[in-house]
């Protein structure tokens, strides 16, 4: 088996990160107490332009967290892309509230507003935005559907940290938003999320639910049901530290896809791209093959002619048997779009030289056929 060279991703850690986390060991303060935590929602808050930021353990739980504190829950209806992580859909599931799968768009790959418009029903409460790969929704679009039909809107943003609409930060569109920062993503804490928002209710609901239901002012009182959601000291250190790169790190992934788009260009292949009025942060580097049959042989000599990971693009939701109904359900351009899609290495450390090799490994590819 062919060793992997250029993985497809490798977080960053050339900042304060192992100080941080150092003075944390230091302190004793290492669990879901000390002064990184507050720092770290606070620094966070401020960055990506929202009034209200509270750390938890992953973006799994921030959108539970998240769908809780607005109150969905059984006999309401969230409507979410099917082209998304499953993390997106299983919270929905966790509520008891049932998700509605909708198709995304071919241009930008995000949710489709009109799709959304037409699966709304008197049952159905928010509508969640995931921001995918990196690339920002129409949140215009998103708004107006949402404003029609009396949605709250639930922004996913475990992909896209630093993306905008419009020149805002994602995230402070809706009535409450998540991000991720698993190790893959591009702020990392090894393992954590952040439910951010504008409504300090809101905020105020998601810190009692994440530890434990506690009441606020009296020890040990619990009047609600809540979860042991928190972000531990140690993660939040090296958020913080990750923070302080933000911008460097964003940079280095943007020059990444410009290569990948220079070096790409002018075969049967669109490589993604960032659309009028938004900044895309390219979590991933990905493109569509023309021919669907091709994506797997194309991932399959990356890995044998260069040690160059690869991954496809997520399967829709609305296929996988959990969530497959009785009846069938057609989202051609999600179905589309995932049967065609390959995730190329984008970590911030990537070089040119790499990036090069790779697309001339691509370039092989096709000329042979």
């Not at 037409?118 to 990196?134: D, E, F, I, N, Q």
């Not at 490589?271 to 009028?276: C, D, F, G, T, Y």
């Given at each position: 088996m062919t060793s992997i060279r250029i993985p497809v991703y490798r977080p960053s850690l050339a900042g304060r990160e192992k100080e941080y986390v150092a003075d944390c060991l230091d302190s004793t303060w290492i669990s879901s107490k000390g002064k990184?935590?507050?720092?770290?929602?606070?620094?966070?808050?401020?960055?990506?332009?929202?009034?209200?930021?509270?750390?938890?353990?992953?973006?799994?739980?921030?959108?539970?967290?998240?769908?809780?504190?607005?109150?969905?829950?059984?006999?309401?209806?969230?409507?979410?892309?099917?082209?998304t992580y499953i993390a997106s859909v299983n919270a929905v599931a966790y509520t008891g509230a049932t998700p509605v799968f909708a198709d995304s768009l071919e241009g930008t790959?995000?949710?489709?507003?009109?799709?959304?418009?037409?699966?709304?029903?008197?049952?159905?409460?928010?509508?969640?935005?995931?921001?995918?790969?990196?690339?920002p929704c129409?949140?215009?679009?998103?708004?107006?559907?949402?404003?029609?039909?009396?949605?709250?809107?639930?922004?996913?943003?475990a992909e896209a940290f630093g993306s905008r609409w419009r020149g805002a930060h994602v995230g402070g569109f809706g009535a409450i938003a998540t991000y991720s920062f698993f190790g893959n993503k591009t702020i990392t804490t090894g393992e954590g999320g952040?439910?951010?928002?504008?409504?300090?209710?809101?905020?105020?609901?998601?810190?009692?639910?994440?530890?434990?239901?506690?009441?606020?002012?009296?020890?040990?009182?619990?009047?609600?049901?809540?979860?042991?959601?928190r972000m531990t000291n140690v993660c939040a250190a090296i958020g913080c530290a990750q923070l302080e790169r933000a911008g460097e790190l964003i940079a280095k992934?943007?020059?990444?896809?410009?290569?990948?788009?220079?070096?790409?260009?002018?075969?049967?292949?669109?490589?993604?791209?960032?659309?009028?009025?938004?900044?895309h942060s390219w979590w991933m580097c990905s493109a569509l093959l023309d021919d669907p049959a091709l994506r797997d042989p194309l991932r399959a000599r990356l890995m044998e002619e260069g040690g160059v990971e690869t991954r496809p693009f997520f399967y829709p939701v609305h296929t996988m048997p959990m969530y497959a109904g009785a009846a069938p359900l057609r989202l051609p351009v999600a179905e589309s779009l995932a049967a065609r899609g390959i995730n190329l290495p984008s970590w911030p450390g990537l070089e040119r030289e790499q990036v090069d090799g790779t697309c001339a490994i691509v370039r092989r590819f096709f000329g042979g056929r």
């Open positions: 990184y935590i507050a720092l770290f929602e606070e620094r966070f808050a401020a960055a990506t332009g929202v009034r209200h930021a509270a750390t938890v353990a992953n973006g799994t739980v921030a959108l539970h967290s998240a769908l809780a504190a607005i109150g969905v829950g059984p006999g309401d209806e969230v409507i979410v892309p099917s082209l790959w995000q949710l489709d507003p009109e799709d959304v418009r037409s699966r709304a029903t008197p049952r159905t409460k928010a509508v969640m935005a995931v921001h995918l790969y990196g690339h129409d949140m215009d679009a998103l708004g107006a559907v949402a404003r029609e039909r009396g949605l709250l809107v639930v922004e996913d943003c952040m439910v951010v928002t504008n409504d300090r209710a809101l905020h105020e609901k998601v810190i009692r639910l994440k530890g434990q239901g506690l009441a606020e002012g009296r020890e040990y009182w619990h009047d609600i049901v809540g979860y042991n959601y992934k943007r020059r990444i896809a410009a290569w990948y788009a220079e070096g790409l260009a002018g075969l049967p292949l669109d490589v993604h791209r960032e659309s009028e009025g938004t900044f």
